[in-house]
C-alpha cells in the first residue's frame, strides 16, 4: 500500500550541531509534502513544506530536501537547540482534498 | 483565539460509553480534518469537511464513529459504545483551503476503561 515511512526511529545530537531528519515516501503521485513538530501533550506544528515542483526550500534555521528520483525527503535543522526536542513527521498529500498521510515519526534529542 | 481549539482536552470513558469532542477551527478555514493518533504513532486521517458538508469519511474505522460540522464552523466527532482500541488522542485540523498548510489543535485524550 501507500505509506510513508522514516529510516530512524531516534536521533540524538549535540547542541549547536546540525540535525538530519530522513523520510522515504512510496506514492509517487503525492505532491505535497510537510514537515511537522509535535511536542509531548501538543498537536503537530507545521515547519515546512515543499510541493512536487521543487528539490529544496529553506526556512529559518530548517531546509527541507526532496529526491523525487528515490522518493526521499529530508528535513535540516541547523544549530540544534535544546528547543528543538521533539518527534519530527514527514507527510504527503496527493489527493485534491488534501489529507495528510503521516509517518511513524522521529524523535530528536538535544543533548546541552 | 487564534488557533485551533479542541475540548475536552481529556476524556475518560467506561467501556460501552458514548463519547462527543468537540473542535473549534481557525474562523473562516473551509476545511476541517479529524485524525486519530494513537500511542508512539503518527496521525491517521478520520474524516474530512469542506464547509459543512463532509467529502470524506473514508479512515472512520467503524459505523460506531460520526462526525458533523452542521453550519460549518464548529465540528463534533461522536464515538457510541465506545471500545479499550479507541483510546488514543484525536486530532482536529483547520485549513483555509483543500490544499492549503493545515493547522492543529492541541487533541483530545481518550482512555477507555
Known amino acids: 500500500g501507500e505509506s510513508v515511512g522514516l529510516h530512524l526511529p531516534t536521533l540524538s545530537v549535540q547542541e549547536g550541531d546540525n540535525s538530519i531528519i530522513n523520510c522515504a515516501y512510496s506514492?509517487?503521485?503525492?505532491?505535497?509534502f510537510i514537515w511537522y513538530k509535535q511536542e509531548s501533550g501538543k498537536g503537530p506544528q507545521f515547519i515546512i513544506d515543499?510541493?512536487?515542483?521543487?528539490d529544496k526550500r529553506q526556512g529559518q534555521r530548517v531546509t527541507v530536501l526532496l529526491n523525487k528520483t528515490v522518493k526521499h525527503l529530508s528535513l535540516q535543522i541547523a544549530a540544534t537547540q535544546p528547543g528543538d526536542s521533539a518527534v519530527y513527521f514527514c507527510?504527503?498529500?496527493?489527493?485534491?482534498?488534501?489529507?495528510?498521510?503521516f509517518g511513524k515519526g522521529t524523535k530528536l534529542s538535544v543533548k546541552p | 483565539g487564534a488557533g485551533v481549539s479542541q475540548s475536552p482536552r481529556y476524556k475518560v470513558a467506561k467501556r460501552g460509553q458514548d463519547v462527543a469532542l468537540r473542535c473549534d477551527p481557525i474562523?473562516?478555514?473551509?476545511?476541517l480534518f479529524w485524525y486519530q493518533q494513537a500511542l508512539g504513532q503518527g496521525p491517521e486521517f478520520l474524516t474530512y469537511?469542506?464547509?459543512?458538508?463532509?467529502?470524506?469519511k473514508s479512515g472512520l474505522p467503524s459505523d460506531r464513529f460520526f462526525a458533523e460540522r452542521p453550519e460549518g464552523s464548529v465540528s463534533t466527532l461522536k464515538i457510541q459504545r465506545t471500545q479499550q482500541e479507541d483510546s488514543a488522542v484525536y486530532l482536529c485540523?483547520?485549513?483555509?483551503?483543500?490544499?492549503?498548510?493545515?493547522?492543529f489543535g492541541p487533541g483530545t485524550r481518550l482512555t477507555v476503561t
Open positions: 485540523a483547520s485549513s483555509l483551503k483543500d490544499d492549503g498548510e493545515q493547522y
Open positions: 506514492n509517487s503521485a503525492s505532491d505535497y
Open positions: 515543499i510541493r512536487s515542483n521543487m
Open positions: 507527510a504527503e498529500a496527493g489527493g485534491s482534498q488534501g489529507n495528510l498521510i
Open positions: 474562523s473562516g478555514h473551509v476545511s
Open positions: 469537511f469542506q464547509n459543512e458538508a463532509q467529502l470524506d
